[in-house]
């Protein structure tokens, strides 16, 4: 089975299965696990905050970011197909409280400026206060496409400005600074606070990390402890995570390889629409010409090839750990076999 679903499938290298059987524990609640604190300082180093905590998930991440920058009542901005609007489950408003107001995402990921500024509340008794602008980098439903350290220093600029934070949903960071070729600490240089996750292309079973200034660390794990994100010996995870920091990341390349590998193939299939051109990273997301997405589905499946529908008559492959290009290529030959039956 060619699984392309998602970079989440990836199962622990053996590497990180030992670094778990071997890993120094302690208990968290108490804030004397060895193995996480080496991690959070590692994890707040890297990406050039002062402080990191460690969560179980990216979703719990973005919620304990925005509560700890947002009040109840307070609004914050995202783009309309974001991650935390869109797959979130509404927990800023359900759980915060907190009012999402939704600016258009552009094919390439970003937020136009001039639409960002003109969300922005004026500071009036009123209306609700703009405390915070979340970007997402990479952006999952724009193709893994990347974020560069200059648009985002404008944004944050806008933000910092007019009284708001910024946040940066940062899951697939490390994807983006591979592609750019930059160190990850300058894609976060401006944020006040970013998330990325151990469990996409890092290839780690479980976790994800708020990075951020000390006090506001300091709040998100108050608010993911309120949320039961606190965790006892945890280093068990965070011994993992160590190994996918060290191991997992220059290696994204080869992912970023495939995925042009597989969108120039998908380029060549009758039935099929992409521009290759778009694709940077490891998500591939392409139409399907006058096909039910749905049996489609059902047909690769049948094959030995996962895909995910993420809307529309959009099909989503994504390449990761243990996909090799002859993968690659069977893929394609599968996706060719389908799209030529009628």
């Given at each position: 089975m060619i699984d392309l679903r998602s970079d989440t499938v990836t199962h622990p290298t053996q590497a990180m299965l030992d670094a778990m059987v071997k890993a120094e524990l302690g208990d968290d609640g108490w804030g004397d696990d060895p193995t996480l604190n080496l991690l959070q300082e590692t994890a707040a180093d890297l990406l050039g905050k002062e402080s990191a905590v460690f969560v179980p998930s990216?979703?719990?991440?973005?919620?304990?970011?925005?509560?700890?920058?947002?009040?109840?009542?307070?609004?914050?901005?995202?783009?309309?197909?974001?991650?935390?609007y869109v797959y979130e489950y509404g927990s800023p408003s359900a759980l915060g409280g907190i009012s999402v107001r939704q600016v258009p995402v552009e094919d390439d990921g970003t937020l136009d400026i001039n639409l960002i500024e003109d969300a922005i509340r004026p500071n009036l008794a009123r209306y609700p206060s703009t405390r915070l602008i979340c970007l997402e980098n990479t952006?999952?439903?724009?193709?893994?496409?990347?974020?560069?350290?200059?648009?985002?220093?404008?944004?944050?600029?806008?933000?910092?400005?007019?009284?708001?934070?910024?946040?940066?949903?940062?899951a697939r960071i490390f994807n983006a600074a591979v592609y750019l070729g930059v160190p990850v600490k300058d894609l976060a240089r401006s944020a006040d606070s970013i998330t990325f996750c151990f469990s996409k292309g890092l290839c780690c079973p479980i976790g994800s990390m708020i990075c951020g200034s000390r006090e506001f660390v300091d709040r998100a794990r108050q608010i993911r402890n309120s949320l039961g994100g606190g965790m006892r010996q945890v280093g068990l995870l965070a011994s993992a995570a160590m190994v996918g920091l060290n191991t997992m990341v220059d290696r994204l390349a080869e992912d970023h390889s495939n995925a042009s590998r597989l969108a120039s193939g998908l380029n060549e299939i009758n039935g099929v629409f992409i521009d290759p051109t778009r694709i940077q990273t490891n998500i591939v997301i392409f139409d399907l010409i006058n096909r039910d997405v749905s049996g489609f589905l059902q047909e690769i499946g049948k094959l030995d090839l996962l895909a995910s529908h993420p809307y529309g008559t959009k099909v989503r492959m994504v390449t990761h750990h243990g996909v090799t290009a002859e993968d690659i290529d069977e893929a394609l030959d599968i996706v060719g076999v389908v799209c030529s039956r009628r």
């Open positions: 990216g979703t719990m991440g973005n919620l304990a970011s925005v509560m700890a920058h947002c009040q109840r009542g307070d609004e914050m901005i995202v783009g309309d197909q974001s991650h935390l952006h999952n439903r724009c193709s893994g496409s990347v974020l560069t350290p200059g648009y985002t220093d404008s944004v944050a600029d806008i933000a910092h400005r007019s009284g708001a934070s910024l946040h940066i949903d940062g």
